[in-house]
């Protein structure tokens, strides 16, 4: 079945404590995101990466880090979460970019205190 | 600049009514992708519909239809004779050929704030 997943679904940590968020899809899609989710503010892309070793920044990047090692997966890293990174993330792939339909993730709830 | 706009925030509505999802959008370029997602309460995103700029034609896909009209910058979404399952976030996003500092396309989606529809038996 074609997907994409994302792990853990749900996190609470605590402040300053690096955490990654896993990706993987498994559709062969060059291209991936990261976004978040918040209330009355709907979805923003963090990261982006266009392929392997290519990643860029998007409209909210700072306090993140992503990676791109393997065409599947595209990790999201906080180094040093903080409670304003309290979000819903969905990371998604596409085939291409502008035109294609990108298929989310499940979506991680993640809870800084 | 792009923006979505969903003025909406939430409809409340008995099953078997119709309902329309209002999308408004702003953009400067003349090649871009609008496109409705759903996010039941479950969490996840749908994907329901893409249209391009040029093709203002409606369309209609059982109980959905959507109306493109570039002359008003709007994208809105119709259910017919609603149901509870229908009851759900519905998101408005664009999509356009942002460069990137790689000289590619961005591949951002812009959203709108979203719509929660909440249908009643």
């Known amino acids: 079945e074609a997907q994409v997943t994302q792990n853990p679904r749900y996190l609470i940590t605590v402040t300053g404590k690096k955490l990654t968020v896993t990706c993987s899809q498994n559709?062969?899609?060059?291209?991936m995101s990261w976004y978040r989710q918040d209330p009355g503010l709907g979805l923003r892309q963090i990261y982006y990466s266009m392929n392997v070793e290519v990643t860029d920044k998007g409209d909210v990047p700072e306090g993140y880090k992503v990676s791109r090692k393997e065409k599947r997966n595209f990790p999201l890293i906080l180094e040093s979460p903080s409670p304003n990174q309290t979000s819903l993330y969905f990371c998604?792939?596409?085939?291409?970019?502008?035109?294609?339909?990108?298929?989310f993730g499940p979506g991680t709830r993640l809870t800084v205190t | 600049a792009q923006k979505v706009t969903q003025a909406q925030t939430e409809i409340s509505v008995v099953e078997k009514e119709d309902v329309t999802l209002d999308c408004v959008y702003e953009t400067r370029d003349t090649t871009y992708y609008l496109f409705w997602y759903k996010q039941p309460p479950s969490g996840e995103l749908v994907f329901l519909i893409r249209?391009?700029?040029?093709?203002?034609q409606n369309e209609i896909s059982g109980r959905y239809s959507w109306n493109f009209q570039k002359s008003t910058s709007s994208f809105n979404f119709t259910i017919t004779a609603s149901q509870v399952v229908d009851s759900a976030v519905y998101f408005c996003a664009l999509s356009e050929a942002g460069v990137g500092n790689y000289g590619g396309a961005t591949n951002k989606l812009i959203f709108g704030t979203g719509t929660l529809l909440a249908v009643q038996p």
């Open positions: 249209r391009n700029s040029f093709d203002e």
């Open positions: 998604a792939s596409s085939m291409g970019q502008v035109s294609y339909e990108q298929y």
């Open positions: 559709m062969n899609h060059e291209y």
